[in-house]
């Protein structure tokens, strides 16, 4: 166990390096998104020495884990405001966005998942299919046909201004959708490998010949098999639905952390993506250490 | 289905010669609907849109077809070796999974051109994917039978790596690297979009994407056309993906005759059974048991007998399927599917020739049988206090049978079908198991079995499958002179699992010997022999090969050592790589010869064993129990060892096979073979020079007459 | 100078309109209803860069809308062109243009009940100043320094050189804030029409503010959004989630053309695409190969595809809406004598050249490839290249010799401080001409407005025959509306901003 600690916190202080130094090389920074590009070199020298962007590198990094270390998530470099409250004021939409997805991902996939693993031939393949559907298609196509055809929920998902997103839960279902399709396909894709795997077993054969019915052996023989493998493709949908987020929430509107990360990356505003990163960062290497758990307690 | 993966694929490279304009020219106004002269409608700025989606799939093709393959092979290559040193090395893929993909895509994007960022991107994202359940599968392969032969006969890491490991996985691997393209594939798309793809005006399916979303009110078309095009291509490639490793579709089963006959028991009538190749596996086969009674098939291994019992409960597998003929419970007829699944379950007992892959590996015992199962148990010879909490990969051949029989019985099934129920088995177990069997006077017991003596004890009627030779039963008697010890063994202690199985064992083998190794179930006769091979380490003692002392593990023996020292599991099936045919099992022992060579030999080695050729070019999947273990014998041979140590090795035999493989044991002993044999059957123990019993951790010789171990 | 936001471009062009032509119907009747004294407004804008900070970089336009909500300005462009003046009250200089008395009304108060005196406005303009790598260098032409408060009401300015257009100058981001305040990560008081009640930076409420001075705006309440997707935008509206949406693609208006439940404000002539050629660098360097490529432009063809026809066509004046902006004949597609200047300057068997673009503003990368087709009927093989938007602005713009550059609205003044005086901090095409430089001095002391004018036009006209933008055509910025919102402002520029006239008639 505190191996196990030890090597998540080794993966979060990896992500948090590698993160920053990814947003640094980018070739914007906050000095000159904030000039538009239009002052002369002077000025973006002094404005740089002021947002603290002369400093060498490992400095600020320092600068920011000490920070952290004391519960300072800095400000933003291209508005001042407290980057806690910018993320504090998109958290709850984020998490209610996420926990939408899931509750429809999770069903998806695991019958996505059975089809694919009693039925490689076809179903495999359609699940293949579905997922390489560009992820704005699958956006555009839900809005066209269940907001702007059928009219059964609303087009755009905005928050409302004052309350929060559960006011109006019927906004959360189009962007949760277009979330989980894709990743729940290629879930099931991933999954479809393990579970055809778990069905060649001799004693799941065997379970047949006894005459057991399909959904006994699912539930007895193929599912606790499938705990730890499962648990690990989780982690991978969840990684990949916080990736796409950023853009379901630019297409729905949605003010949530991903359309935040977006746009920090583009004007290099670090601290908001550092912590952006270290917190989905955080997310995704619980899962991996519980799937590790689950898989190690076999 | 591969001639539409090639169409689809020949589209994607080369549409652009089909299409009706040129991709660039501007035909039209801006966002013009579907028409006459442009089908598909025109794009931003005017340009027929089915042009550029002919035209546009080249790059992006080629470009994620390179992303697969870089990603597909950092994958399996890391997969491989972090499944095979047991090392992590997961901390790299799990730093890759846990920082914001936005973040990395934009950091390749801006860094590299953009192929290259979509191959980069791709491995970062889709190599770890790979690289995780590669490491699962190669960590669950290193324990397999066949691997360990492999290193059983001295093949370095790399070569079980890329010969016995790979291929297994492979089915798995070409059906994965879809989902690859498909990361590819929307990285590529995604990337274009941003802005960092093929520049304009080339026609490209990601652009596409970019430059009609703000016009997709106005020609939905232009934002149809591409994405529609992305998933064709994933399909086409997803299911040439698994098409290719799939078996091909088995001919359909044919419906039965359903006149009604009123006789009560079992009633089989004109069984034909067909592979999925369309060989013929068994024909016109009839059968008919009344309640009460014992019937039991005997015949050459290979001949069908397996087979024609699971045709009649329904439950082939591997592709054979059932093309004739009717089955009738108390003369309705059970039809195959559905109807005969709940029949199995309601009223049949099975056992399985080779039970102890038939329990699952994490209950134990006891959850597995229940509490009637476990009195069963308890009557067959197993005390179910000590063996209840265990778990099946801890017990012996002989007690995962018994294990499983109890199974097969509890629930007193109106039909039982055993296959093999005494095979490994001592004499006091056989016993038990016969009574068992005969308890019921009102069941339908088919059974299968090569054990002659048992047949004789049960049966009522005895029916033979294919043509039987006459058993031998005189035993050859050979001049023998003592040769020179070849296998020494001293004071060796071994434990399995925290137990003390043999302590202070000293042992002794010349050249051109025979011996028997007898004891109970359990009492670690097949610890000794895989402790001589160097699969288990002893604790303590010395083992000494022609005067040498023989390193204890495998692999810090040399390559002469572990070719001297050859081993024949008593697991056939596990033993063999099911990846592979007979002819590269057979030919691998023989590498130090050039390749044409070596499947040269291949026939002769067959023949030896009395297999016949034609097996050279089949898989394990296709070979009978009896056929498997002489492949395995077969392949010990190929190596030329000095020592051959054989763990039950004519249980999946019939008599006559057995008594062949036998002879052939004396001829090669004539050469200076040294075989140790453990075994319960009497008939092998007969055969031997000598013979000795392990019994509470100790080894002595057995001085009693060869016919009555007791 | 209304700039929107370019940053999130790149994601701004993930889209989610795909409804079928024709299926747009009318407003959601499960919506929310909204009393008609609310207005919704949703604006170009990304979370990550909205501010509280009225005197730094403006990246959305949503905080634009906002702070021209809740803060006076001493003065705002009006619906004509010429100045309107807010709260200040006069602007007089005096005889040598250089020092200048700006009264303020008496009547202002912030909303925290402190009433608005010269102080808080001398700190606001001095913060400005200090600020002035990110505005764009408003401030500029004061010395600040010498500027005093000379009673309560009463400020003098002080310019560095006779500057006449300085009520021009304070015509634009000069909000006023309390005097002293330090603190802009959170919403500082101001003595506007409107005031903050609630909500973020992007996604605010206001409330109107019965305070002010004006005549009370019909509006009772606005939500401003800040949302950075154009599809999105268009959408909230279409499905009855808000009231205007600013700056909508055009395909968006032409989809909604004839549809009665929805209307399009034009402002008109505001985006610009000007293919930028640098001076100082060849082929360019030759004003012959300038001409000619200005007259190988069809102008027609590109505005009928990059604005959809919703614009005009462009006579190579860099401001067209100034009112300083000259009437001129148009210039026409002439290609035998484009060929001919070509030649002229040593280019008969054509030229090779690379036309840089990008994707931030839509239709930018369209202009490109359709200019660069237009430019090969004269012997000119160009290459488009497109760069990302984030390292365009960067890397290209401003430094490459041709490129497609941005320009939304800005008044000719401000572009020529910024990129047409020879000291100016980015000098995109290379102008440089002490003589414009001397002539732009001049102008601005003629204290004569329409000597002025005509001197201002005069430069212009030069600029338009030697200089190196091709201005080919402005689009109309489009805002799409429900029916019922009447008062939106049609303006360039800051004007746009001011929405506090807008009311709601259903």
Known sequence: MPRLLARSALVLAAVAVLVFLATALLPTDAARARTGGRAGAADLAALRAELGLDRPLWTRIAGWATGLVRGDLGTSLVSGRPVADLLGARLPATLALMAAAALVAVPLLLVGAWAAGRRPRTAAPVLVAVAAVPQVVVAAGLVAVFAGALRWFPAVSFVPVSGSVWDRPSSLVLPAVALAVPAAAFGAGLLGGAVADALALPHVRAARVRGLPEPLILVRHVLPRLVPASLRVTTLVAAGMLASSALVETVFGYAGLGELLVGAVSTGDSPVVQAIAVLSGAVVVVCLAVADVAARSR | ?710 | MNRHHTVSRGVAMFAALALAAGCVSGADPAGSGAPSDTLRYVAVGAAASATNDPHGGILNQSDLVRFALTYDVLAKPGADGETELRLAESITPDAALTHWTVRLRTDATFTDGQPVAAADVLFSLRRLHTKSAENFGRMQMFDLDAAKVVDQHTVELVTTKPYAEVPRALESVTFVVPDATTDFTKPVVGSGPFRMTGGTPEAAVLERNDRWWGSAPALRRVEIRAVADPQARAQAVLSGQADVAASVNPATAKQVDGNAEFAVVHREAITLYPFVMRLDQPPFDDNRVRAAVKLAADREALVDKVFLGYGRTGNDLITPADPSSPDLPARTRDLDRARQLLADAGHADGLTLTLHTTTSYPGMDTAALLFAEQLGEIGIDVEVKTAPPDTYWTEVWGKEAFYVGFFGGIPFLDVARVSLLSGGPTNETGWQRPDWDAGFDAALATADPAERTRMLGALQTTLRDEGGYLVWGAGDGLDLTRTGVDGLPTGPGFESSFIERTRLTA
Request: aromatic residues 2%; hydrophobic residues 50%; glycine residues 10%.
């Open chain 2, 1 to 710: 289905m591969r001639l539409v993966f090639l169409a689809v694929l020949a589209v994607a490279c080369a549409g652009g010669l089909l299409a009706p304009h040129d991709p660039a020219a501007v035909v039209g106004p801006a966002w013009a609907p579907p028409g006459a002269a442009v089908p598909l409608g025109t794009d931003a700025l005017g340009r027929d849109v089915l042009s550029r989606v002919l035209a546009g799939g080249l790059a992006l093709t080629l470009v994620a077809a390179l992303a697969t393959a870089c990603a597909c092979a950092v994958g399996l290559g890391w997969g491989l070796v972090a499944g095979w040193t047991g090392r992590a090395g997961t901390v790299v893929a799990d730093v890759l999974l846990a920082v914001p993909f936005l973040v990395l895509a934009l950091l390749f994007a801006v860094t590299l051109p953009g192929w290259a960022a979509v191959v980069v991107g791709t491995i970062c994202g889709g190599a770890p994917l790979t690289m995780r359940v590669v490491r699962d599968l190669t960590g669950q392969a290193r324990t397999t039978g066949y691997v360990e032969a492999a290193l059983g006969i001295g093949e370095s890491t790399v070569a079980v790596l890329g010969r016995e490991v790979l291929p297994s996985i492979a089915r798995y691997a070409v059906a994965d690297a879809a989902l690859r393209f498909v990361v590819a594939l929307q990285l590529a798309s995604a990337l274009a979009l941003l802005g960092f793809g093929p520049q304009p005006p080339a026609p490209d399916w990601g652009l596409m994407l970019r430059e009609n979303l703000p016009g997709a009110a106005l020609n939905p078309a232009g934002l149809l056309a591409p994405a529609v095009a992305l998933a064709v291509l994933s399909l086409a490639v997803a299911i040439a993906g698994h098409g290719a490793v799939a078996s091909p579709r088995p001919p359909r089963p044919a419906a039965g005759d359903s006149a009604r006959a009123p006789d009560p028991g079992l009633t089989v009538t004109g069984l034909s059974v067909v592979d999925s190749a369309g060989r013929s596996l068994l024909s016109d086969f009839s059968l008919r048991v009344a309640p009460g009674e014992v019937v039991a098939l005997v015949g050459p291994s290979g001949a069908g007998k397996t087979t024609a019992v699971r045709a009649a409960l329904d439950a082939l597998d591997d592709g054979a399927v059932r093309v004739a003929g009717t089955v009738r419970w108390q003369g309705e007829p059970v039809r195959p599917g559905r109807a005969a699944r709940r029949w199995r379950r309601a009223r049949v007992g099975f056992l399985d020739q080779d039970p102890a892959g038939t329990l699952d590996p994490r209950h134990t015992v006891a959850r597995t049988l229940g509490a009637d199962g476990m009195a069963v148990l308890a009557e067959l010879g197993v005390d179910p206090s000590v063996y209840g909490p265990r778990l099946p990969h801890t017990l012996s051949g002989g007690q995962a049978r018994r294990v499983a029989l109890a199974r097969a019985l509890a629930g007193a099934p109106a039909v039982l079908v055993l296959d093999e129920p005494t095979s490994g088995l001592d004499p006091d177990a056989v016993d038990r198991v016969v009574r068992a069997i005969a308890a019921d006077p009102d069941r339908v017991t088919v059974l299968i079995s090569h054990d002659r003596a048992a047949v004789a004890r049960i049966a009522d009627r005895v029916l033979t499958i294919g043509a039987d030779a006459a058993p031998r039963t005189a035993a050859r008697t050979r001049s023998r002179s003592v040769h020179d010890e070849v296998l020494v063994v001293d004071g060796l202690r071994v434990r399995r699992a925290a137990t003390v199985v043999l302590d202070g064992v000293d042992f002794r083998v010349a050249a051109g010997e025979m011996v028997a190794v007898v004891g109970e179930s359990g009492a670690g006769k097949s610890t000794l022999l895989r402790a001589l091979v160097g699969l288990v380490r002893p604790e303590a003692g010395e083992i000494r090969l022609g005067g040498r002392a023989l390193p204890p593990a495998v692999r810090d023996r040399d390559r002469a050592d572990l070719r001297a020292v050859q081993f024949l599991a008593q697991d056939p099936a596990a033993a063999l790589n099911p990846a592979h045919t007979v002819r590269t099992a057979l030919a691998r022992p023989l590498r130090r010869l050039p390749r044409h060579a070596a499947r040269a030999q291949v026939p002769g080695l067959l023949a030896r064993v009395g297999l016949p050729p034609d097996i050279a070019d089949r898989r394990p999947r296709g070979l009978s129990g009896g056929q498997r273990q002489r492949v395995a014998l077969a392949r010990a041979l190929a190596a030329d060892p000095a020592v051959l140590l054989a763990d039950e090795p004519t249980a999946a035999l019939d008599h006559a096979t057995a008594a062949d493989v036998l002879d052939l044991l004396d001829d090669l002993r004539d050469t200076g073979l040294a075989v140790v044999v453990a075994t319960h059957d009497p008939a092998v123990a007969v055969r031997a020079d000598r013979i000795v019993r392990i019994a509470a951790g100790a080894l002595t010789d057995d001085r009693s007459e060869p016919t009555c171990v007791p």
